[in-house]
Structure formats: structure tokens, C-alpha cells
């Protein structure tokens, strides 16, 4: 039930959230005819280089796709609020009167906003961009490195690599401070590298910013190597 703007916040982004799951979705069904031996072969042929056929997905998926999906959902969720009607709903076995005109319309600001109403820190807002921006690139690349079934392999690969990094890191933990560590709570040293950020917020906002152009680069050597 919406009973405050925290939660209605809370309701907006899980929208969002599962909006870009879809989002995902098409970013990472690129290069469709990698799937079939045959159409591969047949795709390969095709004049370009390996260069361009791999900056042409980028750009209908990427480039021309994400920002109009984005202009879609924000178009789509505003509609959505604008047509709410007024209605009782149950509240701790309770009758409440819902008025539409307490919402109030999304805005992307709202995504970056916590629930006290402060906009987030610089880098956490750009750590969420370019991490979702990132992950989509991910996704992507991971369209030239599977054949069959490329999206779902290629998220149990990143769930994998996730579940690996935290165990090495527990593992870490335990030999270099066991004392500090117990079962999987791991011990960190954090230390302050700017006036603004600690170690683990540098390390978060760089992998954050530059991961990207690694699965891009993987993605095209991939994609250099079915050629050969």
C-alpha cells in the first residue's frame, strides 16, 4: 500500500528495476545469427569489418535503443500515474481513502533520492549509471562469447564471478586477519583517499567507469576470432 513518498519511491524504482531487466533483455540478445552455426558462417560473410559489424549493434542497441526505452518508461509510468483514480484500499484492516493527486509524477531524480528526500552523493550516482550502463555492456559482449543461449549463460557467469570475488575475499580475510574475521563477515581496510571518497568508494566508482570498455574489448576480439 502507498502511504508515504518514501514508498512511493520504493514503488517507483522497483518498476524501474524490472523495466530494465527488459532492457537487459535486448541488449543482450545482440548478434542473433551467432546463435546457428550456419547463420554465423553466413553473418561472417557479410561485407564490414569485424570493427563495424560490432559498432553497429552497439548503436542500435546501445546508443539508439536505451535512451528511447528510457524516454518510453518515463512517458508510460507518467501515464500510468495520470490515469490512477481515486479508490479505498486496506490498510492494517483499515479503510483508506487513496488520493491520486497526493503522488506525485516520476522523475528520474527520483532514483537517485533517499528516503529523506537528499539527492545522493556524486559518486553513488555515478556509481549506479555507469554500473547498470556496464552491466548492460556486459550482457552485450557476452551475445559474441556464448553461442546458444548467450543471455542466461552469460548472467549465471556474472552470479558466478560474484559469488567467486566474495568467497576469495572471505578467504583473504581469514588469513591475513583471523581474528577479526569470523564465518563470511570479512574485515576490510577502508582508508581515505580524497576529501570526498574512501578506498572501497574509489575502487567501486573505478570499476564502475571503466569496466565497460573491457567488455567491449572482449566482445570485439571475440567476435575477431569466429572470423579466423
Known amino acids: 500500500m502507498i502511504l508515504n513518498e518514501s514508498q512511493i519511491n520504493g514503488y517507483y524504482g522497483m518498476c524501474f528495476a524490472i523495466y530494465m531487466m527488459a532492457v537487459g533483455v535486448v541488449m543482450g540478445t545482440a ?24 559498432l553497429l549493434q552497439f548503436l542500435i542497441r546501445i546508443v539508439f535503443f536505451v535512451p528511447i526505452a528510457l524516454g518510453i518508461f518515463w512517458i508510460a509510468i507518467r501515464l500510468a500515474k495520470a490515469s490512477l483514480i481515486p479508490g479505498i484500499v486496506m490498510v492494517n484492516s483499515v479503510e483508506q481513502l487513496i488520493d491520486p493527486a497526493v503522488i506525485p509524477y516520476f522523475d528520474y531524480v527520483i532514483l537517485i533520492t533517499n528516503y529523506k528526500g537528499k539527492i545522493w552523493e556524486t559518486w553513488q550516482i555515478v556509481f549506479m549509471v555507469f554500473g547498470l550502463f556496464s552491466y548492460g555492456i556486459y550482457l552485450f559482449a557476452g551475445a559474441t562469447y556464448f553461442k546458444r543461449y548467450a543471455l542466461v549463460k552469460t548472467i549465471i557467469a556474472s552470479v558466478v564471478i560474484l559469488l567467486t570475488s566474495i568467497t576469495f575475499s572471505v578467504v583473504l580475510s581469514h588469513i591475513f586477519y583471523p581474528k577479526e574475521t569470523e564465518g563470511f563477515n570479512s574485515k576490510l581496510n577502508e582508508f581515505v583517499v580524497t576529501g570526498h571518497l574512501t578506498s572501497i568508494e574509489l575502487f567501486m566508482v573505478s570499476l564502475s567507469l571503466f569496466s565497460w570498455l573491457f567488455f567491449l574489448a572482449i566482445a570485439y576480439f571475440k567476435l575477431k576470432e569466429k572470423e579466423v
Open 31 to 54: 548478434f542473433p545469427d551467432l546463435s546457428d552455426k550456419i547463420k554465423t558462417s553466413n553473418y561472417l560473410l557479410n561485407p564490414g569489418s569485424t570493427l563495424e559489424k560490432l
